[in-house]
């Protein structure tokens, strides 16, 4: 089974380079799509998911805003399993905070080059070492602001309350961006936060593989 992969904003599949899924699984990257002017996250969701083959039964994986769109695309193509990670099924389980920056469209008025270096800047204090803090920051710095400046509106303004049927969802018990407490995770990391891909990738493997071997037993 193809198991389709969408990263976070301002990433890409490089942050997936610990993850490893297991024999008869084959992962695929799904880079992203040039957003067109003033584009929803559900249009655009619809437009990357063109990249799929929907002929053959399908598992998508979404980091952070990635998890956003998987859900998105669930909604339309009905996947075996979407796994969120890092991430929220729906607009209702956003901070308060995501609700006020939209309200005073804040996220219109920061520069694009503050937000990344931020970004950065949090890399320092991670679990991750040096040369994955490293490959991070790289990531971030080549990362496109015309398309940050879109996804940061795209994902304020998102509004979706259909939760799919074949959702798991793995979030960090100390996840900073999208705190625990406003979601309803189907698996937690101890101490994980919203930047644990790299760090805690060999509990998040473990995970990958229950969800998929067992969507595989109910295939049988």
Request: glycine share 4%.
């Amino acid at each position: 089974m193809k198991v389709y992969f969408i990263s976070g904003l301002a990433a890409d599949s490089r942050v997936f380079k610990y993850i490893k899924l297991p024999e008869g699984f084959e992962a695929i990257h799904l880079d992203w799509i040039k957003p067109m002017k003033n584009e929803t996250l559900e249009s655009y969701s619809l437009r990357l998911a063109e990249l799929i083959d929907h002929r053959e039964p399908f598992a998508l994986v979404g980091l952070s805003m990635g998890g956003m769109i998987a859900a998105e695309i669930t909604k339309t193509f009905k996947p075996e399993a979407c796994v969120l990670l890092c991430s929220v099924p729906s607009h209702k389980h956003f901070p308060t905070h995501f609700k006020w920056a939209y309200r005073l469209r804040l996220h219109r008025l920061l520069p694009v080059s503050v937000i990344k270096l931020a970004s950065i800047f949090k890399r320092g204090f991670t679990d991750d070492n040096k040369t994955d803090q490293q490959l991070i920051r790289q990531v971030i710095r080549e990362s496109d602001p015309k398309f940050i400046r879109w996804a940061l509106n795209a994902i304020l303004s998102w509004r979706n309350e259909t939760i799919p049927d074949s959702l798991w969802h793995i979030h960090g018990s100390k996840d900073e961006i999208l705190p625990i407490r406003y979601t309803r995770p189907t698996h937690t990391v101890k101490g994980g936060n919203h930047l644990m891909i790299m760090s805690k990738a060999p509990e998040l493997n473990v995970f990958l593989e229950e969800v998929l071997i067992s969507v595989t037993k109910k295939q049988a």
